[in-house]
């Protein structure tokens, strides 16, 4: 059965960072782009970072979080990667990895949840002091 699993959430203070990890069980992950999303309470989910599965690694990021989160991938652990750092408070949200068939991240793409078939069940972060 094919399941992704987020993983890495936590407490942190503001300025801190956390890497979150997104597993896929059942299926090669290298064949899918990976996005990353979050829901803070009483917003819908965002799309903040998405990264293709072809070899040029291309990758979008919501301004939102251009310049402090990284995303990445490391298909023979089957595992995708965001990199969180100088966290603030407004990155408070359930945090969830989902995977598409033919997407292609770049600058030009904006991650829509209808894209993403497999979702994670998500990990909290929240940033407080």
């Known amino acids: 059965q094919a399941q992704l699993a987020e993983s890495g959430g936590g407490l942190v203070p503001p300025g801190g960072s956390l890497r979150l990890s997104c597993t896929a069980s059942?299926?090669?992950?290298?064949?899918?782009?990976i996005g990353w999303f979050r829901q803070a309470p009483g917003k819908e989910r965002e799309g903040i970072s998405c990264?293709?599965?072809?070899?040029?690694?291309?990758?979008y990021y919501a301004e939102s979080v251009k310049g402090r989160f990284t995303i990445s991938r490391d298909n023979a652990k089957n595992t995708g990667y965001l990199q969180m750092n100088s966290l603030n408070p407004e990155d408070t949200a359930i945090y969830y990895c989902?995977?598409?068939?033919?997407?292609?991240?770049?600058?030009?793409?904006?991650?829509?949840?209808?894209?993403?078939?497999?979702w994670g069940q998500g990990t909290q972060v929240t940033v407080s002091s």
């Open positions: 989902a995977t598409g068939p033919d997407l292609y991240c770049d600058d030009t793409y904006n991650p829509d949840v209808r894209d993403f078939a497999s």
């Open positions: 059942g299926f090669r992950l290298g064949y899918y782009a």
């Open positions: 990264i293709s599965s072809t070899d040029d690694g291309a990758a």
